[in-house]
């Protein structure tokens, strides 16, 4: 038998916590063999700890094999406590007719406090995941705050964006899902990010010879996935949870299974020509459980190009936003 892990999971009774707690506690996040300790993390609010409660009552009732234990908790300070996966779920999501970047201002402050928090208490191996948004721009807070925690830990998703992709190209293709690979997000998790359809193969072949509507792919393709999730508020009153908990899944499991290549946000450091200190979607490819390697060698003509230069520049706008904040 492993050693359990510990892994926390902040706001974990909202609507993605919900989502989410039962799939990792589950095994479908760190494999069947894997046991785990979930410390859920809330808002210090009467009701929401309330829920909390329920959330907890209810992983009890599952008598998940792999669950060793539960924290429950609204201090930080205790749940971040030797966590050696955290996951950063806790925060406003938007409503309809807002913008992503919209939140930053109520959110950026809990990746600020929480950011010290992590590099203050969490293990040595910690492994840091934004999922509240913006999540680019949170991700890059939190790693400001860590003076222990190297930023190749802090990892933002958008692996729900990558999902959509393939799905929507399947469809236009009228292949299964299961034979579109090699498609990647680069970018912002916001309507900018780029889906760089050139790369992508659909049964082995160039996605572009079986796809061969390009004014589609630039157009519709890029947008459809740019917007789904203010399409998927304006469907639900709401936004999107059960598909972001599990992309969240796919971003942890892809991260912890060498020689996976995914779209994950990291620090850029300057590749595929992003600002050096942006969070920015693109190809990884996992080394050791945990640890990836980005993949650089991927050519971008004069389309890809303009769209990284878009999506750069609105990571470098919400940098600038936040930049008091960062520095106080
Ligand atoms: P929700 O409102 O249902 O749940 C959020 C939970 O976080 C609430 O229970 C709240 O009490 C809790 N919370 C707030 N502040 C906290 C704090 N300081 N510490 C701990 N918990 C705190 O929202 P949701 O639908 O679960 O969405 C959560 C976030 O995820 C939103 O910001 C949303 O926009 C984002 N999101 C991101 C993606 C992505 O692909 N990156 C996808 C979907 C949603
Ligand atoms: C999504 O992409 O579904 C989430 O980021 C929620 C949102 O605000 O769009």
Request: aromatic share 6%; glycine share 6%; net charge neutral.
């Given at each position: 038998m492993k050693t359990p892990i510990r892994v926390a999971v902040t706001g974990a009774a909202g609507q993605i916590g919900y989502s989410l707690v039962f799939r990792i506690a589950s095994g479908a996040m760190f494999g069947p063999d894997q046991p785990l300790i979930l410390h859920l993390i809330e808002a210090p609010i009467e009701k929401v700890m309330k829920a909390l409660e329920g959330v907890a009552m209810e992983l009890d009732d599952c008598?998940?094999?792999?669950?060793k234990g539960v924290v429950q908790t609204s201090d930080p300070a205790v749940g971040f406590t030797d966590a050696n996966w955290c996951l950063m779920v806790g925060a406003k999501p938007r409503g309809p007719?807002?913008?992503?970047?919209?939140l930053l201002k109520d959110n950026g402050r809990i990746f600020i406090a929480q950011g010290q928090v992590i590099d203050a208490v969490a293990a040595a191996d910690a492994r840091v995941v934004v999922v509240g948004n913006p999540a680019n721009t949170n991700c890059m807070i939190a790693a400001s705050q860590?003076?222990?925690?190297?930023?190749?830990c802090f990892t933002a998703m958008v692996r729900l964006d990558q999902n959509r992709a393939q799905t929507q190209l399947a469809i236009k293709a009228g292949a299964d899902l299961t034979t579109v690979q090699n498609i990647f997000i680069y970018g912002n998790h916001s309507p900018t990010m780029f889906p760089a359809f050139a790369h992508a193969t659909i049964g082995g072949q160039p996605a572009t010879s079986i796809i061969t509507d390009t004014a589609w792919l630039q157009g519709p393709f890029c947008e459809t996935v740019g917007k789904r999730g203010a399409a998927i508020i304006a469907a639900r009153g709401a936004s999107s949870a059960a598909s972001a908990a599990n992309a969240l899944v796919d971003h942890v499991r892809s991260l912890v299974t060498p020689g996976t290549i995914h779209s994950v946000a990291v620090k850029s450091n300057g590749n595929y020509g992003f600002d050096a200190n942006v969070w920015a979607g693109m190809p990884v490819r996992t080394t050791t459980p945990g640890s990836y390697e980005v993949i650089t060698s991927y050519a971008m003509d004069e389309f890809a190009k303009s769209k990284i230069a878009a999506t750069n520049k609105e990571l470098l706008d919400e940098r600038a936003f936040v930049a008091e904040l960062m520095a106080k």
């Open positions: 008598a998940f094999p792999l669950l007719g807002m913008e992503r970047a919209d860590a003076k222990r925690l190297p930023p190749e």
